[in-house]
């Protein structure tokens, strides 16, 4: 008797082995993948400036690394108190000094240019398609609010085709740097606006990726939360995060389609150099 409907593992355009530079970017769920690759002993960087929820942010992140994108005091926002914030990233990056912000964002987005320079495989993973802009058009669209109040911006929805017209151009420039292009679509649910607003807006982005699909692979993994576990008990706390049981399960999902054998027999001895590494023995004290 069945009693799920699990997803069948699928063949991608390309593989993934412990040759490759690995880059993820996007929504937190990027960090939960990112970080059992490293534990898995591949060299992967995952949203080194913070994640980033929206396709437009993000596309707008990789235009930047693509054309070498040097930030300056015009690109950052005032608050009342004179602090300074670049609303790009995560809320990290404000200080009270426009050139220090300057300073450490210019060093830390060139750190990410090196590694996306050398970057292989390039994972993209879209979280919401609501958007908070500061005038109103999709090129004043913000990656953090930063905690500005709310009538600081405007909030927006991105279309489909506003998503595919963006990232189509982009892909065919990362393709012509020999780089594979994986999009997927975060299963963390962003109920601000309730269920149904939550499943419009991964509907927008799920479609987007699927006018997306011809030029770029896509990995299901809002769809093995959804429709494979498709339980609470996968779940953290929130009801919106998905557990270490659920990434641990997604992640296997991506191993069976990603990695060969090799790779998959490579990853497991390195998972438990990892493992053995971060045991702390118990030290006997009694003399």
């Known amino acids: 008797m069945k009693l799920r409907t699990e997803i069948e593992p699928f063949r991608p355009s390309f593989s993934v082995s412990h040759d490759d530079r690995i880059v993820l970017l996007g ?15 591949f060299e992967a960087l995952h949203n080194p400036l913070g994640p980033l929820y929206n396709p ?4 707008r992140l990789i235009e ?15 608050d009342s108190e004179g602090g300074v914030h670049c609303l790009d990233f995560a ?23 090196t590694a996306f320079d050398q970057s292989t495989v390039l994972i993209i993973t879209f979280g ?14 913000v990656g953090n609010c930063h905690k500005f109040p709310a009538d600081f911006f405007r909030r927006m929805t991105v279309s489909i085709d506003d998503i595919a017209d963006r990232w189509q151009p982009l892909v065919a420039r990362l393709k012509q740097q020999e780089k594979h292009l994986l999009f997927t679509v975060s299963p963390i649910r962003h109920l601000a606006d309730g269920l149904h607003g939550n499943q419009l807006s991964k509907a927008r982005l799920l479609l987007a990726c699927e006018k997306l699909s011809g030029i770029a692979d896509y990995f299901p993994a809002y769809e093995i939360m959804m429709d494979d576990l ?3 008990r996968f779940y953290e706390r929130d009801l919106k ?20 054998q090799e790779t998959a027999s490579i990853a497991a001895k390195k998972r438990q150099e990892f493992l053995r590494s971060a045991h702390r023995p118990i030290i006997n004290n009694i003399r």
């Open 27 to 41: 929504s937190c769920f990027s960090d939960n993948i990112g970080s059992r690759l490293v534990r898995d002993g």
């Open 241 to 260: 995060h998905p557990s270490e049981l659920a990434c641990d399960y997604i992640y296997d999902k991506f191993s069976e389609c990603f990695f060969s």
């Open 56 to 59: 437009l942010s993000l596309a």
């Open 128 to 141: 919401s398609s609501v958007v908070y802009s500061l005038d109103g058009t999709l090129d004043g669209v």
């Open 230 to 232: 498709r339980d609470y």
């Open 91 to 113: 809320s990290r990056y404000q200080h009270p000094e426009a050139k220090q912000l300057v300073d450490k964002l210019n060093s830390e987005f060139s750190a990410l240019k």
């Open 64 to 78: 930047n690394l693509l054309d070498a994108r040097v930030y300056t005091e015009d690109d950052f926002v005032s």
